[in-house]
């Protein structure tokens, strides 16, 4: 990612962080990167979890806070056709001020528990 634009595959595809409002830059940024931090599997790099949140009890997922978003990290038991699993993956969650109109993007999939630990590793 340049300092210009977001990659194609985020929840921002194409922006050009020149047409953003500066103070809106970090926020983007941050944004995207936690989005495609968590769709690898990996914990989100900037934003920090939110320990005075809503507490899951759904199968794992955590809430975390960022500049101008807050990060749901999706980790519910369900199931598919009789298959068990669960569903994972990134909830982005805008403040007003960041988004007046559209205040959430997702990317979340279905996994089996091994395809979920293959993802996430051991501590899946």
Known sequence: MT??????DGPFAGVDLAQVDPALRR???????DFADVIAGRSPRHAGEDR???????GGSRWYR???????VLK?????GGVAGLVYGPV????E???????QLSAT????YDALRALLGPSA
């Open 66 to 72: 960022g500049h101008g978003y807050n990060l749901l």
């Open 27 to 33: 926020g983007f940024i941050e944004a995207a990167q």
């Open 76 to 80: 519910r038991l369900s199931q598919f």
């Open 109 to 112: 999939r279905f996994y089996t």
């Open 52 to 58: 005075e949140g809503p507490v899951a009890s759904d």
């Open 3 to 8: 300092d210009t634009d977001l990659p194609l």
């Open 97 to 103: 001020v960041f988004s007046p109109h559209e205040r």
């Open 92 to 95: 982005l969650s805008f403040d």
